[in-house]
């Protein structure tokens, strides 16, 4: 087990590196729609994170229109999002044997935590964010489960540091390969990434789910995007970017710099596609990818 001094040095870590994202995602958008992006908050605007930080934190009268439900709701989001880097392989300490398992949860707790924040925000944008939440967990959450069933039989372990330990023969190698394009699509899915960003649909008006919350109770929604796109990055890392066992000198900046590799990718696919429709995306979870992961798993058996 982490010492609880490790776990507060890894959840400041986490969210250090997701104001990062969010500057980073910004430059990045702009860089390609050929703006300036952020510029003027420090040198190359390096300190925005920091002043977005201090100006939500200091916003008065965070809580005005909040109910009790919608703060539990934000809570148990934030919470979630920092607790299910406890189960990410830095270390060999950190070892989870039900690691893969423990993902399903959070994903589950996410959800119910976004249409909670949807649901108790006394406006029919959220009630709509709330009801887009749950439709995004009917579309995502087979594909996901199938996944995580297809990782286990081919590695034959549910815990993330086995995985990120083992050295993957050429055969498991391969079989990880195509399941690893379809878990990049999932993890889309799952996390409500562009395309598939339904739950604040309207951000460029109202903000979707979230449109009555401000100060401190928006900063910790905003802040759960981003570790939520850092945990699936870092996720993608160690099972199918594998660079080498936990507690080794280069392991941790490897992991880090993958991480965020994978999160680029992500990034640019939200300024390069298009949002589908909530309809299509179903389609194509359940009458697509869930017949093909239950293909690959008949064949990997």
């Given at each position: 087990m982490m010492p609880i001094t490790a776990i507060l040095m890894l959840y400041l870590g986490c969210i250090t590196i997701a104001a990062?994202?969010?500057?980073?995602?910004?430059?990045?958008?702009?860089?390609?729609?050929l703006?300036?992006?952020?510029?003027?908050?420090?040198?190359?605007?390096?300190?925005?994170?920091?002043?977005?930080?201090?100006?939500?934190?200091?916003?008065r009268e965070p809580l005005k229109k909040c109910t009790s439900s919608g703060i539990f709701g934000v809570i148990l989001l934030f919470?979630?999002?920092?607790?299910?880097?406890?189960?990410?392989?830095?270390?060999?300490?950190?070892?989870?044997?039900?690691?893969?398992?423990?993902?399903?949860?959070?994903?589950?707790?996410?959800?119910?935590?976004?249409?909670?924040?949807?649901?108790?925000?006394?406006?029919?944008?959220?009630?709509?964010?709330?009801?887009?939440?749950?439709?995004q967990f009917l579309g995502s959450n087979l594909p996901l489960m199938l996944t995580v069933v297809a990782i286990i039989i081919v590695t034959k372990s549910a815990s993330l540091t086995d995985i990120a330990c083992m050295h993957y023969s050429s055969s498991v190698a391969l079989k990880l390969l195509p399941l690893g394009a379809?878990?990049?699509?999932?993890?889309?899915?799952?996390?409500?990434?562009?395309?598939?960003?339904?739950?604040?649909?309207?951000?460029?008006?109202?903000?979707?789910?979230?449109?009555?919350?401000?100060?401190?109770m928006f900063a910790m929604i905003y802040l759960s995007d981003y570790?939520?796109?850092?945990?699936?990055?870092?996720?993608?890392?160690?099972?199918?970017?594998?660079?080498?066992?936990?507690?080794?000198?280069?392991?941790?900046?490897?992991?880090?710099?993958?991480?965020?590799?994978?999160?680029?990718s992500i990034i640019l696919i939200r300024a390069i596609l298009p949002r589908v429709r909530q309809d299509q995306m179903i389609k194509v979870s359940l009458m697509y990818i869930t017949p093909i992961l239950l293909l690959y798993i008949m064949a990997s058996m």
């Open positions: 990062i994202m969010s500057l980073m995602e910004r430059k990045l958008i702009a860089r390609i729609q703006r300036v992006g952020p510029s003027s908050c420090g040198p190359y605007g390096l300190l925005q994170p920091l002043a977005d930080a201090l100006k939500l934190i200091l916003k919470s979630t999002s920092l607790a299910q880097f406890s189960i990410v392989p830095v270390s060999n300490s950190v070892s989870c044997r039900y690691g893969l398992l423990m993902i399903l949860l959070c994903h589950v707790i996410t959800v119910f935590a976004e249409m909670l924040i949807g649901l108790a925000s006394q406006s029919k944008y959220g009630v709509i964010g709330g009801t887009r939440a749950y439709m379809i878990s990049y699509v999932i993890m889309l899915m799952s996390t409500a990434r562009c395309p598939f960003d339904f739950i604040e649909a309207e951000s460029e008006i109202v903000a979707g789910a979230y449109v009555e919350y401000g100060g401190i570790l939520n796109l850092l945990f699936v990055s870092s996720l993608i890392s160690t099972v199918f970017m594998w660079g080498g066992s936990p507690g080794s000198g280069s392991h941790i900046p490897i992991l880090i710099f993958k991480s965020l590799f994978v999160a680029c």
